[in-house]
């Protein structure tokens, strides 16, 4: 199962030209999922599933603007829920979740987007997200991906990896990044790069460059640890003075 996430920048700069570079790059990479924030509308994820083998959709637009997050698969997609439906005052954290069954089992997908200015709405809105994911634990793996927003060493991260609870919950999910870094000495973690993504080349920036797109699978102990086969970072080439976006997107590709 080759799965990725993308932050793909909801802004006109360039915005048909890096759209084209992302379905390239979701063709070179030979996706079997994937989950995308900062998706402007409806039409942009019809465009991107009629240009690749990605034929199956989930898209939720957010109660407040056009923009919103999406899944994209190779495998039909059922639809769960997302975090704004029943509560308005989301955060400005987005979160959708859906399932599907990959090579005879059942997979759950949270997709999350959340607040780039305060810990604490973060942090509210992941609590919440896990809480939800464990009220309806059917799935034979679980995996949230997407733009968290924050760092490593973050209070999320932390969380979500089981080093520390939050708001008296704790939960126990492994980064694949790590795994994969630990085994084969891979290193490329910077997903959003102020000094390099030609986003940032008219402007100063002093903020560090840093991981914030992730990938984690629930762990799945007692049931088999899937076999990981590959992890990296995408999109991070540029393509006459362009890249898909002011992220870059994350890749691996699990033997379940």
Known sequence: MKIATYNIWNNDKDFNSRLELLIKVIIESK?????????????????????????????????????????????PITFNWNNWDNDMDFHNSGVINVSMMVCNKKIGITNVHLDYKRAVNRELEIVKAMKKIEDNEINDYEFILGDFNTYPNSSIHSYLVGSQSLLGHSTTFIDLYDSYSVKTNYNKDVTLDFYNNPRWDNEYALDVPGRFDWILLMNPYPKAYPHLVEYRVIGHERVNGITPSDHYGVFCELDL
């Open 31 to 75: 996706l079997d999922i994937m989950a995308l924030q900062e998706v402007r509308n409806e039409e942009v994820i019809k465009f991107i599933t009629s240009k690749s083998n990605l034929k199956y959709y989930c898209w939720q637009a957010y109660p407040d603007c056009e923009e919103g997050l999406a899944i994209i698969s190779k495998y």
